[in-house]
C-alpha cells in the first residue's frame, strides 16, 4: 500500500512536467456564425442555405440562433428557414393530439409575451421564442434530437 502512494505521489508530481512542452497559446477562436470553419455572418443567402442543410432541427435552431443579426426582417428569414426544418421533422413523426396542443401553448405564451410591441426586433424575438418551443417539442418527440 506504501507503495502505491508513493507512486501516485510521483505521478502527479510529474504530471505537470510532461506537458511543458506544449504551446500555451489557445487555437484560434471559430466564428460562431459559420460553416466548416468559414465565417458566413455577412452572407444572408449563405446562412439560410446552411440552415437548410442541417441534419437536425435544434442545429437548425441554434445556427439561426447564432446568425441573428438583430434585424427582424432579415431574422425572419433565418427563423423561416430553421422553422421549415423543424416542421418537416415534426410531419414525419406524426405526433399526438397531445403534443400539438402543448406546442400551440407554448407558441401562444411566445405571442402574449410580445404582444403590443412595436419595432421589428419584437417580430424576431417572438419568432425565435416560437422555433424554441418547436424545437424543444421535436426534443422531446425524436430520440435523435
Same mark, same amino acid.
Given at each position: 500500500?506504501?507503495?502505491?502512494?508513493?507512486?501516485?505521489a510521483?505521478? =502527479?508530481?510529474?504530471?505537470?512536467? +510532461?506537458?511543458?512542452?506544449?504551446?500555451? $497559446? &489557445?487555437?484560434?477562436?471559430?466564428?460562431?456564425?459559420?460553416?466548416?470553419?468559414?465565417? !458566413?455572418?455577412?452572407?444572408?443567402?449563405?446562412? !439560410?442555405a446552411?440552415?437548410?442543410?442541417?441534419?437536425? &432541427?435544434? /442545429?437548425?435552431? %441554434?445556427?439561426?440562433?447564432?446568425?441573428?443579426?438583430?434585424?427582424?426582417?432579415t431574422? !425572419?428569414k433565418? !427563423?423561416?428557414?430553421a422553422?421549415? %426544418?423543424?416542421?418537416?421533422? =415534426?410531419?414525419e413523426?406524426?405526433?399526438?393530439? $397531445?403534443?400539438?396542443?402543448? #406546442?400551440?401553448?407554448? %407558441?401562444? +405564451?411566445?405571442?402574449? %409575451?410580445?404582444?403590443?410591441?412595436?419595432g421589428?426586433?419584437?417580430?424576431? =424575438?417572438?419568432?425565435? &421564442?416560437?422555433?424554441?418551443?418547436?424545437?424543444? $417539442? #421535436?426534443? =422531446? #418527440?425524436?430520440? /435523435?434530437?
Amino acid at each position: 500500500m506504501k507503495f502505491v502512494n508513493v507512486l501516485m505521489a510521483a505521478s =502527479l508530481f510529474l504530471l505537470p512536467l +510532461a506537458h511543458a512542452d506544449e504551446p500555451s $497559446t &489557445c487555437p484560434a477562436a471559430i466564428p460562431p456564425c459559420s460553416v466548416d470553419g468559414k465565417d !458566413i455572418s455577412q452572407d444572408n443567402a449563405a446562412i !439560410i442555405a446552411a440552415i437548410g442543410q442541417q441534419q437536425f &432541427c435544434f /442545429q437548425a435552431v %441554434k445556427l439561426a440562433e447564432v446568425c441573428a443579426s438583430q434585424e427582424g426582417l432579415t431574422d !425572419i428569414k433565418f !427563423i423561416n428557414a430553421a422553422g421549415a %426544418k423543424c416542421e418537416a421533422r =415534426l410531419k414525419e413523426l406524426a405526433p399526438s393530439a $397531445t403534443d400539438l396542443a402543448n #406546442l400551440a401553448n407554448m %407558441k401562444a +405564451a411566445c405571442q402574449r %409575451k410580445w404582444f403590443g410591441r412595436e419595432g421589428s426586433q419584437y417580430i424576431s =424575438l417572438n419568432g425565435y &421564442c416560437k422555433l424554441r418551443a418547436l424545437s424543444w $417539442t #421535436l426534443n =422531446l #418527440l425524436d430520440e /435523435q434530437e
